[in-house]
């Protein structure tokens, strides 16, 4: 069975050590060296920069999120042992894990960082598809006459890259379409590599939870739940018909992942459409201060994110899920395209003003839409808030101050909540 050491990156036939260093970590499978699709997904990333900026930490359990009203962005590994979990309140998460280091976010060290990675990715392939700062499909079919060797080796000398170089770990998911790489992935993190081949797909799907496929959360599998699907399997026996019959759209795209179909290409220029980030609470809320709190902490993660791709939305998206699983939305056209965090957290908050229902909620969500360039946002300003300019500024040299000595150097109270 063809075999690879993700250490020295010898190829080799059979065994559970390499031949060449006698390492342990080896990767084997039938279809290696045949398959080319791949999903990239990086080591609980924000935490893993930080420990490497900060060795002390390296042994200690790290959470990255606000104050003690703030929630989890994310956890190293040694938090996530003690239940620590991403969209976690804070309160809740120390009180699993009170001797954890909590850590604001750096917003602009994980952009960095992002940024060489997607270099050394470049120099593999063209066909790279960023689903965030820390992820991403890659397409390395036709490449291996270019770089001499197969793509399972070209990977593992990425991630090998990632951790000499750069100092943080990522999980590698391989197979023969972007639905399985993205499952294969998660399947053995941290620093994991595995692969589902296409002579395999049927039977490792068959009895996994129908959660496992991407896009189904909380409100979908409810509803296939009660329609008496819970696994693959229960998928399998419906008629492509009847799901789509029963489920609309879904129901088509169901019954092919179900059988391990995926044609999507890993598109490279594929259009961004949105910029949105959303948190659902360990336990359902209506307390408005809360929401408020979230909100800023989500339009400054828009904010950022919108900065560094150089884009600016020309509406504002407030998005609640109520207690019932079922979604409100809210959206505001704005005058002017905009990419400032006050900006987007004015509008949301006042979008959330307008929201007569109490809730409780389980989820909020903060977005911008009809995204344009950022060269045509915030010229002119609000005429019917002069203070908005002087905001706008102080936001400026706020992310000025923060390129240069990191995101903690300047912290907004609001964010404290």
């Not at 031949?19 to 499978?29: F, I, K, N, T």
């Not at 938090?79 to 750096?106: D, H, N, T, W």
């Not at 991407?214 to 009660?226: N, R």
């Not at 002017?336 to 509008?347: G, H, L, V």
Request: with cysteine; net charge positive.
């Amino acid at each position: 069975m063809p075999a690879l050491c993700r250490d020295c990156l010898t190829p080799f036939e059979t065994g559970t050590r390499c031949p060449a260093c006698r390492s342990p970590r080896v990767v084997s499978h039938p279809e290696l060296f045949e398959l080319s699709v791949a999903h990239m997904d990086c080591d609980a990333f924000y935490a893993s920069v930080e420990k490497r900026d900060n060795p002390e930490l390296r042994d200690k359990p790290v959470i990255i999120g606000g104050g003690k009203r703030g929630v989890v962005s994310t956890a190293c590994y040694i938090a996530r042992i003690k239940g620590v979990r991403s969209a976690m309140p804070m309160f809740q998460a120390l009180k699993l894990c009170p001797e954890a280091v909590v850590i604001k976010p750096r917003m602009s060290a994980y952009v960095e960082v992002s940024r060489r990675i997607r270099a050394m990715m470049e120099e593999m392939t063209p066909a790279i598809e960023p689903l965030s700062l820390d992820e991403a499909f890659l397409d390395l079919t036709g490449t291996a006459r270019l770089h001499g060797v197969p793509p399972a080796v070209m990977l593992a000398r990425l991630v090998k890259r990632m951790e000499q170089e750069l100092g943080v770990t990522g999980s590698i998911g391989l197979s023969h379409n972007k639905f399985l790489a993205k499952i294969a992935s998660d399947l053995d993190k941290p620093r994991g590599f595995s692969v589902i081949g296409k002579g395999e797909t049927e039977a490792f799907l068959r009895d996994k939870p129908v959660r496992i496929i991407w896009g189904v959360g909380a409100a979908g599998q409810m509803a296939l739940e009660t329609a008496g699907i819970r696994t693959i399997a229960d998928l399998l026996r419906w008629d492509r018909k009847e799901l789509g019959q029963r489920f609309g759209q879904m129901g088509d795209r169901l019954w092919h992942l179900a059988r391990g179909l995926d044609n999507r290409r890993v598109s490279r220029d594929a259009p961004l459409k949105s910029i949105s980030k959303e948190t659902t609470f360990f336990e359902d809320t209506a307390d408005r201060e809360l929401l408020d709190g979230h909100l800023w902490r989500l339009a400054e993660q828009v904010s950022d994110r919108a900065k560094a791709k150089e884009l600016a939305g020309g509406t504002v998206v407030l998005k609640l899920r109520r207690a019932s699983f079922s979604l409100l939305t809210r959206r505001h056209g704005l005058r002017e395209p905009t990419q400032m965090a006050d900006r987007i957290y004015r509008e949301a908050r006042e979008l959330l003003d307008h929201v007569k229902e109490p809730g409780p909620f389980r989820l909020i969500g903060v977005g911008i839409s009809d995204l344009v360039p950022a060269s045509r946002a915030d010229l002119t300003g609000d005429l019917l808030d002069p203070e908005a300019a002087r905001r706008a500024g102080a936001e400026r040299a706020t992310d000025a101050i923060r390129r240069r000595f990191g995101h903690d150097a300047i912290v907004k109270g609001r964010s404290l909540r």
